[in-house]
């Protein structure tokens, strides 16, 4: 994209300001100027006006309205305001009119050789008040006294006026007539506008300068030092400036505060560079050994099936998946002999890492203690993972645990729960049904706990379901949980499947209800079908 340089927009910027500053010192200066010829014009014609109603015979004029007769003293007093009206030039109309409560009678309109008749009114011409009238002149004339303000008068055909009149008085001091003297502005205008337009030349002439001066300062103050500034800036390198900044140390103002800035910020950068460069490293470190950790943990848990393909009296199928790249969470499955099945559902308290190496040890200790061959119930083998647990927990971790053990040949399970979620077994009557029991405390939260072991009979065809929290926890964008309810009710509608169906098809359900919100927690479950002994 072009780019439009500084001292341009500079001096247009400029060039608008200085614009809008000169059109309204002209505009403020020719209303000046207007009222002040304005006032000039209309003191000369107040003067004029009393001068000549000082020179007029009131006694005769009151006559003279009352009869019309045009006599000798008529020739008089209209050869002298005739006169009057030559000798001041610049002066359109000058006349005595008898004033009335709605109308003026011309008695005598003054009359040049170069006026143009139809504009001389007639002795006995009446002018009849206009609206404006009211408001401008005819209080002055009904209270007899002479105009005061300027007054600028309608346009009758002959151009807006300046109007101003006096009274004549008679002998008796009654005010008998008025004597009316008129500027048209068309004559006054055309002078004013000259002077207009010689202030507005000198202002543009000074725009022009102070914007070119204004254009050489800043270009020489600014302009130039930002130039200098951003080749400094350009030759940046590795941290460095190749160019030294000490050049601006003789402005002395905000541009050499700005380039010692910069050299600070490259030393920043480049600090940050180096840190950064560290950090990179040491989190793909971190990555490539969470990577080995995910799999190590991944490989841990039992992923083949079906786990025993020579036996036939039960199915079993499990998944773990975990909320980072290692979870808490785990699942297990063993036979202890050939007639005894281990099934472990667990959660660690946490996530992450130090879960994971919780998870490890717990597991490990779980199914070796199983696998010693002494015949121990569940609730023993809680105890046991539960002391050697306690030993050294300075994290104080510990993990919900649900563990099964199955008499193979008669479907017996004897279980016992440290804190985990209820179990949920598939009944041929009733389908997917949570039944509940009393739990123990989760191992590893103290030395010397004793777990209370239960039982239960899966009848051919029946099911055993466990999981973690993470799947009756997980929550929708609107902050809803799945919930045990709507697990059921989905375990339920997929109750005829396989057991590997079953586990594929519940994940299935909790990510459509999830949607697009993140997973906050592992999500693992297990399915064991009991099939009975072959016949």
Not at 7 to 23: F, G, R, Y
Not at 68 to 89: A, G, R, V, Y
Not at 311 to 325: G, I, T, V
Not at 419 to 445: C, L, Q, S, W
């Amino acid at each position: 994209m072009k780019r439009t340089k500084l001292n341009v927009k500079i001096m247009i910027i400029l060039v608008v300001l200085m614009t809008v500053m000169s059109a309204a010192i002209i505009y403020i200066s020719s209303a000046n100027l207007r009222n002040t010829y304005y006032g000039m014009y209309n003191k000369k014609a107040q003067d004029l006006a009393r001068m000549v109603a000082d020179q007029l015979d009131g006694d005769w004029l009151k006559s003279f309205s009352e009869n019309m007769e045009q006599d000798e003293q008529f020739e008089s007093t209209k050869s002298f305001l005739d006169k009057i009206k030559t000798d001041f030039q610049d002066i359109q109309y000058l006349y005595v009119q008898a004033p009335g409560d709605t109308s003026f009678t011309y008695l005598i309109d003054a009359q040049t050789p170069e006026d143009d008749p139809e504009y001389i009114n007639k002795p006995g011409d009446v002018y009849t008040y206009q609206e404006s009238d009211y408001e401008h002149f005819v209080p002055d004339i009904k209270a007899g006294r002479a105009s005061s303000t300027l007054i600028l008068g309608p346009d009758v055909g002959y151009g807006e006026t300046l109007s101003v009149w006096a009274p004549v008085f008679d002998s008796k001091g009654e005010m008998v007539a008025m004597v009316d003297a008129d500027y048209v502005l068309s004559e006054i205008n055309p002078i004013i506008y000259a002077n207009i337009r010689r202030i507005a030349a000198v202002e543009i002439c000074c725009i022009i300068l102070v914007v070119i001066l204004m254009v050489f300062i800043l270009n020489s103050m600014v302009i130039k030092p930002i130039t200098g500034l951003s080749g400094i800036v350009s030759s940046y390198e590795h941290g460095e400036l190749v160019e030294d900044i000490s050049v601006f140390d003789k402005h002395n103002d905000e541009i050499t505060t700005l380039a010692y800035s910069f050299r600070d910020m490259t030393v920043r950068i480049e600090n940050y560079i180096r840190d950064l460069t560290i950090v990179t490293a040491e989190k793909e470190r971190i990555g490539a050994e969470l990577n080995v950790a995910t799999q190590i943990q991944a490989d841990m848990l039992p992923r083949i099936f079906p786990p025993f393909p020579d036996r036939n009296e039960f199915d079993l199928f499990a998944s773990m998946n975990p909320a980072k790249e290692v979870g808490g969470d785990f699942y297990d499955y063993f036979l202890i002999d050939e007639d005894h099945l281990g099934v472990v559902m667990a959660d660690v308290s946490g996530k992450g890492v130090p879960a994971a190496l919780f998870m490890v040890i717990a597991k490990t200790l779980i199914k070796n203690r199983a696998l010693m061959g002494d015949k121990v119930g569940p609730g023993e083998i809680l105890s046991y993972a539960n002391d050697q647990l306690c030993e050294g927990n300075d994290a104080e971790l510990f993990v919900t645990v649900w563990l099964g053990i199955m008499t193979i040949s008669t479907g017996h399970v004897q279980f016992a729960s440290a804190g985990h979620e209820y179990p949920v077994f598939y009944r041929n009557e009733k389908g997917f049904v949570i039944e509940k029991d009393k739990h123990g405390p989760p191992v590893a939260t103290m030395e010397g706990l004793h777990f209370r072991e239960n039982e239960t009979v899966l009848q051919k065809g029946e099911m055993l379901f466990l999981y973690t929290d993470g799947v009756t926890e997980a929550t929708s964008a609107a902050t809803e949980l799945f919930g045990e309810d709507r697990m059921v009710e989905s375990l339920n509608k997929f109750s005829g499947e396989q057991v590997e169906d079953i586990v594929k098809d519940m994940r299935g359900d909790i990510d459509a209800f999830v949607g697009e919100a993140p997973q906050f927690d592992d999500i693992t479950m297990l399915c064991l079908k009991y099939n009975g002994l072959p016949e």
